[in-house]
């Protein structure tokens, strides 16, 4: 007589930047993973498959996917699917602990769950990443640091100052008058996660209160303690009101886990296979697009036709007479170049501003005037971008000019008679 294969329960999320896997017992976790995909989402979810075979093998699972991610995987996998606010729920459900609202933070996505005597009122934004962790590591950048270096700013704060935290774009044009105006890092950081308790609050209370105990999940608010102090001191929880649940990364998983109790048992090793085989499954269901070059050829004359747009470049130490300084402080980096009367470039720099753009055009002038001969002169320096007015002022440049202009400008150079520009810059 065969003998009856153990039956465990498993939960994928699949999230917009992280990948939880989970196996059950009844009601007990017996396994945990959580992992960034960086995109790469079925390649890290067939290593972190392989990696929970020590626990999994010889064994006959259930399973059930949730999250953004998880519904296209859930069809190729022959897997049932669950909406992830009611993975949520049902997770929430199985805690001993009594909870009245759970606010989650995803890489992209917020959900505020409402638990009443009448059901449950669920409420989610997966339309903008605006106030979640894409959010937050966008403005984590502007200080020249990761949301843990935010966090441990945000730590040791005095003030707090508004910041829109809807889209990414007027948040920066919030922070970078902050920024030039010298106020103190650790203000912005709390700024920053203030703005995001604002518009998880605002953007999906739409006025309902939130009280009574309030579980947190999620990568952002597990992670930043920072980030959870704004929301429990904006919702003036008590110490015991304000719940970070065990194994809270997962949580979610462990919903979509339990959920799958009703669906039909496979052997692991049969879904081991499916996963595995996801790029060929990918290739034939998914359409793509023709590559930017379809051979070697189109990659050259691409080439070829844009390289006549440049500008020849000579040594600063050969600069002769007059010379020209342009400088581009944009919200995360900055860029300058100088050119003499017959516009070859004598100097160019491009890097982050590391937030302290006054002090990175400081540098790029004493270098510039290191290079240069005794007998050459900077007759004119123009400057634009986000950090125009500071720079202007402290450095006494002689014309700020806008952005639109100074690409129309560069643009009618190489191509005289230019009448439209399409912009994508990294930084809006």
Not at 194 to 215: E, H, R
Not at 262 to 269: K, L
Not at 314 to 323: H, K, L, T, V, Y
Request: net charge neutral; charged share 25%; glycine share 8%.
């Amino acid at each position: 007589m065969l003998e009856k294969k153990r039956l465990l329960h498993l939960g994928l999320d699949i999230g917009s930047t992280t990948i939880k896997l989970v196996a059950i017992e009844g009601k007990e976790l017996l396994y945990g993973s959580y992992r960034r995909h960086f995109s790469n989402i079925k390649e890290t979810l067939a290593e972190m498959v392989n990696e929970a075979v020590p626990v999994l093998e010889n064994t006959e699972i259930t399973i059930m996917l949730t999250g953004s991610g998880g519904v296209a995987l859930a069809r190729w996998l022959d897997a049932a699917y669950i909406q992830e606010v009611v993975a949520t729920a049902k997770a929430v459900r199985t805690l001993r602990e009594k909870v009245d609202v759970v606010i989650e933070l995803g890489g992209e996505d917020a959900k505020i769950i409402y638990f009443e005597q009448t059901g449950v009122d669920q409420r989610m934004n997966g339309i903008c990443a605006g106030g979640t962790g894409a959010f937050i590591d966008q403005m984590a950048v502007l200080l020249n640091t990761d949301p843990a270096g935010l966090d441990k700013l945000a730590a040791n704060h005095r003030a707090v100052h508004t910041v829109a935290s809807r889209c990414g774009v007027f948040a920066k044009t919030d922070i970078m008058p902050l920024i030039n105006e010298g106020v103190d890092q650790e203000d912005i950081a709390a700024s920053v996660f203030q703005a995001v308790v604002n518009q998880t609050v605002s953007g999906l209370s739409c006025g309902k209160p939130i009280k009574g105990k309030v579980l947190f999940l999620g990568g952002p608010l597990t992670y930043l303690p920072a980030l959870r102090e704004r929301f429990i001191e904006t919702l003036r929880l008590e110490d015991k009101e304000a719940i970070l649940p065990e194994n809270s990364l997962v949580l979610v998983a462990i919903g979509a886990a339990a959920a799958s109790m009703r669906e039909e048992s496979r052997p692991f090793a049969a879904f081991r296979r499916k996963v595995l085989s996801l790029d060929r499954m990918a290739v034939r269901e998914v359409k793509r697009l023709r590559p930017l070059f379809r051979d070697q050829q189109e990659k050259d004359d691409f080439y070829r036709r844009h390289q006549d747009a440049q500008l020849k470049t000579r040594a600063a130490g050969d600069g002769q007479g007059r010379c020209f300084l342009g400088i581009d402080a944009g919200s995360a980096t900055i860029k300058a170049v100088l050119i003499n009367e017959k516009e070859e470039v004598l100097y160019s720099y491009y890097a982050n501003n590391e937030g302290k753009p006054l002090e990175r055009a400081k540098e790029i002038l004493r270098e510039i005037y290191r290079q240069l001969p005794e007998h050459t002169v900077i007759a004119n320096a123009a400057v634009t971008g986000y950090g125009e007015e500071l720079l202007k002022t402290a450095l006494r440049l002689d014309l700020g000019v806008v952005e639109t202009i100074a690409h129309y400008k560069a643009a009618r150079k190489f191509l005289p008679g230019v009448d439209f520009i399409l912009l994508h810059p990294l930084e809006p």
